[in-house]
């Protein structure tokens, strides 16, 4: 220990050497310390966008098939939902380095260029392991069809709710015989309900969550009301805007009011509905991807679809569906993995269903399991007054059309604009996006932008 | 190489006595002095210089992500960016950023130097305490205020005694982006006025107060005109930095355009219409056009060096 | 340093000195209390971390958070990552940039002048201003979502030149001269006597590119979209554990992605300060 000070620096410049070398030749590897500990002999990599409930059971689901493929090995990685995670996904397949799974919104799959950034399902393959065509709503299916390719391989149909809570609704009288929200016929009939349900809610709590500033929820309570009033979009070849602007003010108004009428409070918009909700708030407006978090929370609760305050029922609908990302290279071990991993998740949804969503796979539906799944089956109605966005390569969640015109909902609803003003710019942003190129194939929505 | 600084001591006396130095130096570096820079002009090449031409070229053109089938549009995108209304309420939102930005982290930087700068004990401590935050990932930074502003349970309003709607109301969503980067970059500005303030010479104050000037004055006349070149420096870092603002942004907003999109930069306008809306070719204009306007900010900085120079010879 | 002179001085606690240590207690307090809440949501269960109002301290104190986080595996990958890609950039930041500024201010070669022109506008392009070109190149490369396409557009760093490009201007011409006449080389010459020579410039660059490595989002969150590969930065803000935003879990990650650099910072405080402060002050 004659000279310590050298050995320091002698042992620090080795250290410091070590981790040079370590780190070049870490990265020369290339694929991660995950990809490095994995000993499976196929490594299926699957993307999602699920958390909260769906979280759980996904990762139940994939636990399930863990245990019964013990060969595979699931990497799967939940990113940011919304805008960021069709960036990545889009991103990975144009550079080449896709995951070998991954799920989309089925509105979006006409604007992710089916061929370039998607590959097509091997139909073949996926009958080998049990998913048949006969076993889907036929509409679902058509809509996952593109050019005559299976380009996605529908999970579910997802509904926007109605939430209640029969504790406050029956203390204000609100419930029926059977214990259900009684349906108002009016907007009037509704926001008298509210003020009912505002008289026997406790201190501190606003009536109603809507998510009043969240450009997303905002534009799907929009499509679904403006549907029931029979609103349409573009006219049959994509070339005309046919939107109602003064139907549309008419929804714009009638979202505001909740605001106005203080039934929302400004400061409760996001995800502190649900909160206010479980802590004694009567109503939230939810995606039926809040059932699960309501039923941990032991809520006395039901949900029906979203009020046919316009005389016609009609609630914004969605579809989960697993996709193929594009690799150049597709096919071999993990390709069959991913094949048999969707078709595992879609058979075996009854899982998913606890989720709240509604399954795609038919057979499901029919079971008494499912039957017996409560408020499930108190909206199971939903999927015959489906309210959907155009079928055009801009539509879809989070697409462009919501990024666009979901903004102005919002401006109305918070009472920065006025509804007649939000109607009318709703309009012209409508007229712009028809007359736009879809970036990818370079034509216009009315050109065969929308094969769907 | 540890014994060879000893030698390097000893050297310089050899140093001067030498004769025809200056053509072994010529010689030597017209031999090598190309190698010597090469590594560093290939990275810059591929990374930088390629990127600008390939941008300018595919500016012209409307590209998408996949990187194929582009063709030849001409000013298209150029006479879009300056007609697109959301180019100019981005643009808006980053200049907004900027506007509040620069001042204020000027001021505090400077205050806190000259805090820690005055306080005779534990020097190291208080800059400790004012740098640390400086060190954490801009997300890192941005989910905590995200939590501190998060409503119901943000620890702000609840210090505060306020109900401010801080993340989800149009007029304060900015605002908590600016209080964000204020905590989290005030620390390296704050770093650069101690330095100077330390590099002041201390025999000006003596000699100032041999003089009977009392401690405003010797701010006023001695510290603050010392001051000036790093001002000059802190505030065209802070502009150059504030208006290519995203990351604590997008993370307060989870990614989104915050209420009725207020929060929207330019930054992240480009990369919704090159990597969400696949324009790859229209996102490299408004790039080109971003590239501009960073670059006159940077020349105007360079051109107002160069006058006062020449005004205080 | 004028510091140490200062601390050495044992001078009385004068009335001005003990308001300006509260005044700058109170400001230190003010600073660091979002670190604490951090510390503190992180410590609590996640029901307890959403209560409404909230409240400082932990009533359970519970370690949940951190574990649950550390099991998950994908915060320790994203740590070898960030590790990994910083010191690579750091490593060939280092290397080529101290080349570049050695050869810019010492040696000839033709075109010195122009391409020192060009290396100026590299200052005024980062991934923030020409992120979607940037993009496109590095996919042409074959390079999305792999390290090298991490590393390699942060190893090209037009300031880290331009400093050091400034300190060997400084090194006195006669050191080299000496070497030149004992039969040196070009590369002997600068390996053995300008390097060692500049150490604290050199430290202070590494210093600075660590940092900023360790810290950089916009990049890798461009380019790399494969969860495994993710640096810390990246993999907090755009991937999240599968049971949506839960908030001690969150405040934990922040945490552990900060903690590295500060205790890096505790050890070696004096070095990092005169970094800073010198890779700014250069740019004056």
Known sequence: ?452 | MTTTSAETVLRPARAGTAAGTATVRRGQGFQHGGWFVAPFLALFALFVIWPLLRGLYLSFTDANISGDGASFVGLDNYREALQDPLVWDALGHSAFFTLLVVPAITVLAFLLAMLAHHIERGTWLWRLCFFLPFLLPSTVAGNLWQWLFNPGTGMVNHVLGLDTPWLTDKSYAMLAVVVCTLWWTVGFSFLLYLAALQGIPAHLYEAARLDGAGAWHRMVHITLPMLRNITGLVVALQILASLQVFDQAVVMQDFGTGPEESTRTFVQYTLEQGFTSYRVGYASATSIIFFVLIAAVALGRMWLLRNREEGGR | MTTAVRISGRRPWTPGQIVLTLLGAAVSAVILAPLVWALCTSLKSETEAVEVPPHWLPRHVTGQAWSAVLENGNLTDWLVNSLVVSVCVTTVVLLVSALAGYGFARTEFRGKAALMGVVMTGLMVSPAVLGVPLFTTVQQMGMVDTYWGMILPQCAPAAMVYILYKFFQGVPRELEEAAFIDGAGRWRVFFTIILPLSRPSLAAVGIFTFIGSWNNFLWPYMVTNNPDLMTMPNGIATVMNSYGIQWAQLMAGGLMAGLPLIVVFVFFQRQIVAGVAHTGLAGQ
């Open chain 1, 1 to 452: 220990m004659g000279r310590p000070g050298l050995n320091r620096r002698q042992l620090l410049a080795g250290l410091g050497g070590l981790t040079v070398a370590g780190s070049f030749g870490f990265a020369a590897l290339g694929t991660g310390a995950d990809a490095l500990a994995s000993g499976a002999d196929t490594r299926v990599r699957y993307w999602n966008l699920f958390s909260g409930g769906d979280g759980y059971n996904m990762i139940a689901m994939l636990d399930a098939f863990r245990a019964e493929h013990p060969g595979i090995d699931v990497k799967d990685s939940t990113l940011q939902w919304g805008s960021p995670f069709y960036t990545k996904l889009a991103m990975a397949a144009a550079g080449n380095r896709a995951p070998d799974l991954g799920v989309m919104h089925l509105g979006r799959v006409t604007g992710f260029s089916p061929g370039r950034l998607l590959d097509p399902w091997d139909v073949d393959l996926l009958a080998e392991y049990g998913v048949h065509e006969a076993d889907f709503n036929p509409a679902l299916w058509k809509r996952a069809v593109i050019g005559g390719e299976l380009y996605a391989l529908p999970l579910d149909i997802h509904v926007q709710l109605c939430f209640y809570r029969r504790d406050v609704l029956r203390k204000a009288g609100l419930l029926d015989a059977d214990g259900r929200m009684l349906s108002p016929a009016s907007p009037d009939e509704w926001f008298a309900m509210l003020k009912e349900a505002r008289g026997a809610t406790g201190k501190g709590l606003q009536t109603i969550g809507l998510w009043h500033n969240d450009q997303n929820f905002q534009w799907w309570f929009f499509v679904a009301f403006y549907t029931q009033l029979g609103g349409t979009w573009f006219d049959a070849a994509d070339t005309e805007v046919t939107f109602d602007t003064d139907k549309a003010a008419r929804v714009l108004q009638f979202l505001r009011r909740h605001v106005a009428d203080g039934y929302a409070n400004p400061d409760y918009g996001g995800g502190a509905g649900a909160e206010q909700f479980v802590n004694g708030s009567p109503f939230c407006w939810e995606g039926n991807w809040s059932v699960p978090v309501f039923d941990s929370a032991e809520v006395d609760y039901g949900a029906t679809p979203l009020p046919p305050v316009f005389g016609r029922p009609a609630t914004h609908a969605e579809s989960h569906a697993f996709v193929l990302p594009h690799q150049a290279g597709r096919g071999g071990a993990a390709d069959e993995a991913a094949h048999r991993l969707a078709a595992y998740v879609v058979t075996h949804a009854r899982q998913w269903a606890a989720g709240g969503h509604i399954p795609a796979y038919t057979p499901t539906l029919s079971t008494a399991a499912y039957r017996a799944l409560k408020p499930q089956s108190e909206y199971v109605s939903a999927m015959d007054h489906q309210a959907t966005e155009p079928k055009v390569w801009f539509a879809g969640s989070t697409g462009i059309l919501a990024q666009r015109v979901g903004p102005i909902v919002v401006s109305a609803t918070t009472g920065s604009a006025r509804p007649e003003a939000a109607a009318r710019r709703m309009r012209s942003t409508l007229t712009e996006l028809l007359a736009t190129k879809n970036p990818m194939d370079g034509r216009t929505a009315a050109q065969g932008g929308a094969a769907a």
